[in-house]
């Protein structure tokens, strides 16, 4: 299995444009989480969805922030407009729902806004 | 008070001797409990999961859970260079589905 799938590895934007980080999660997973990673406040849960579903989005920051899971291939995670607060490495993982807890992680995409 | 609170470290052993990682968490009502290992630039990845409460040993990995003290640890056995790294302590919540918290994680750093 090719593992999660994130595009883009590293993106540099400047305040105020538009962020979209995309992601492919494992064929057959079925909950698939945005995860935000930086070193003050370590590895924060941004959203979560279920069979396509968001089902919690308690963590993303302000409506700046928005995800989409349109089919269980394929999710987005958009930022708009960006802020340099938002720099931070984005993950996007996937897992089987059977409550074993082990997520798979893509390699993340590290952002820069300047 | 955080969900899930671990000591940054650096915690320095030298090769060979015997890695204790600590975990407290603020949720009693918590079941699942798992260690995840980055490397520097690289994606966090199980190493270890536990869910009731005593020892779980898995190679040179051992979990170990007490759950009415919040508490959960990893020890590493004959620790060597190449687990240096950050261990991330990971927490289910009461949400009725698989929701993590993570604690920000202790760097490790075996010196050979």
């Known amino acids: 299995d090719a593992g999660v799938i994130q595009s883009p590895r590293h993106e540099v934007t400047e305040m105020g444009q538009e962020v979209t980080l995309r992601c492919k999660p494992i064929?057959?997973?079925?909950?698939l989480f945005w995860y935000r990673q930086t070193m003050m406040r370590g590895l924060e849960l941004l959203i979560y969805?279920?069979?396509?579903?968001?089902?919690?989005d308690s963590g993303m920051p302000e409506d700046r922030f928005s995800a989409k899971m349109p089919n269980a291939s394929f999710s987005t995670l958009k930022i708009q407009p960006s802020e340099p607060r938002d720099s931070a490495v984005y993950f996007c993982?996937?897992?089987?729902?059977?409550?074993?807890?082990?997520?798979?992680f893509g390699e993340g995409s590290r952002l820069t806004v300047l | 008070q955080k969900e899930v609170e671990q000591n940054s470290g650096p915690l320095s052993v030298p090769e060979g001797a015997i890695a204790s990682l600590n975990c407290t968490y603020s949720?009693?009502?918590?079941?699942?409990f798992f260690w995840y290992r980055q490397y520097s630039g690289k994606s966090p990845e199980l190493i270890m999961s536990?869910?009731?409460?005593g020892d779980k040993e898995d190679g040179r990995f051992t979990a170990q859970l007490n759950k009415a003290s919040q508490y959960v640890s990893l020890l590493i056995r004959d620790s060597q260079p190449s687990d240096s790294a950050t261990y991330l302590c990971?927490?289910?919540?009461?949400?009725?589905?698989?929701?993590?918290?993570f604690g920000t994680g202790t760097r490790l750093l075996v010196s050979p």
């Open positions: 536990i869910y009731s409460n």
């Open positions: 990971a927490v289910t919540t009461n949400t009725g589905f698989q929701k993590l918290v």
């Open positions: 993982a996937s897992s089987f729902l059977d409550h074993t807890g082990e997520l798979f």
């Open positions: 949720d009693r009502v918590s079941q699942s």
């Open positions: 969805f279920n069979n396509n579903v968001p089902i919690d």
């Open positions: 064929s057959g997973h079925n909950s």
